[in-house]
């Protein structure tokens, strides 16, 4: 073997075990993001409506319970505009430990915070602004994580490598319910509301500092450092992104927002919070429901992880337009199964809804970023997925619940979720794939004509 081949050989091996060390970090920190994210929702719809919220009633403060899990959500845009802002100017690793730090803060705090009888009023605001710095937090993480595992991916792996930071999500759903489940198991009663709910928020300052230490060792983003290279950083890049691709970001939302609305059924608390209701019909086992939907964590990940892979071998747009099909079936069978009653029905209900959340999330991150051009990518990305939170997920919780309220069923929920996946579908069928477009900065032209159908250039 020649020198220079040697030399080749040795530069791949390395380029490799960087892009798993990369891949290995974005799914530690968006597991340790959403952990956190997720034990919140999921405490909404177990214990802070009679905890924080008990004055107004037990039916309304199930719903005021559940709107602070939408409000984060509502600044989940500042988080993005600050992170894109920050991404796009100074790189995506410093502001992916910003946010670690900061989401695993707010949440230890809560594990902290009294209730609305040791503090009264100051309860409830103190739990919304531990939320509202959560949404901020959420906000500004994905698009950083995503963009460090596509831009480091080869071309044709983009896909697979980009499904890295989705599988965070369902690893931090499994994890959130698991240890929700065993603090059921361990404090039963009336101790899981006193404090046993509490423990899984404080185990959160162990999972900062693991993943602090993994991110801090990952290299910046080959494409952003290519950007600073050129000296091509855009000084203002979010306004340079309305300014041109106002009607993209509108539509990348879309794409979010028929997911979310659905995910959030599990991930915001509501199937757990109707499953277990004392005042409700079904009156299931909590630690048994928790640990169904952890159960159901599982299946996310692999239908997150096969989509990705599939997304490199048969496109985007065509693995995304499988998954709108494969969502709407999990959407219409999933409550008449849980309404059986039974907790292997409810299992079985939230796997299948999750087989198409999978397919609807594993490409999403090389998707993404294949739709926006290198100099606003950051703020592209972490924008429409913020606002498409807002339309999707944000207060699905709370529309069900206000829906099962006013009607006494189910059904108008499954209708309203498959809705939202046919709004998902259509903003995909307006879109033309572009999987393996060059993702650097010397292609800017190219990434900048719009993906849209009818439309050259926006």
Known sequence: MSLSSALSE???????????RVAFATVVGTTVEWYDFFIYASAAGLV???????????????????????ISFLFRPLGAFLAGHFGDRHGRRMVLVFTLVLMGLATALVGLLPDYSVIGLAAPALLILLRVLQGISAGGEWGGAVLMAVEHAPKERRGLFGSSPQVGVPIGLLLASGAMALMAALAPGAAFSQWGWRVPFLFSVVLILVGYYVRRR???????????ERRQRTSRPVAKL?????????????????????GYMTTGGYIQNYATDPAGKLHLDRGQVLLAVAASGVTWLLSTWFAGWLSDRINRRTTYILGWVLQLVG?????PLVNTGHVG?????????TVGLGFTYGPQAALYAELFPASVRFSGVSIAYAL???LGGA????????????????????WYLAGMTLVGLAATLILRDRSGIPLGPEHEEEQARSPIFGLAKH
Do not use: W
């Not at 309305?242 to 659905?262: E, I, P, Q, S």
């Not at 959407?331 to 409550?335: E, N, R, S």
């Open 10 to 20: 040795a530069e791949s091996i390395s380029a490799a075990r960087d892009r798993r």
């Open 395 to 414: 207060f699905a919780p709370t529309i069900a619940t206000l829906l099962v309220q006013q009607t006494g069923s189910t059904d108008a929920v499954s």
């Open 388 to 390: 498409g939170c807002i």
């Open 345 to 353: 029905m409810l299992f079985l209900g939230v796997a299948l809804l």
């Open 48 to 70: 802070f409506g009679k905890l924080y919220f008990a004055p107004a009633g037990p039916e309304f403060a199930t719903v005021l319970s559940f709107i602070t899990v939408g």
């Open 242 to 262: 309305f300014k041109r691709h106002t009607l993209l970001v509108l539509v990348a939302a879309l794409l979010v927002a028929g997911n979310n609305a659905v």
């Open 218 to 228: 990952v290299e910046e983003s080959p494409v952003f450092l290519e950007i600073a």
């Open 331 to 335: 959407v219409l069978a999933v409550f």
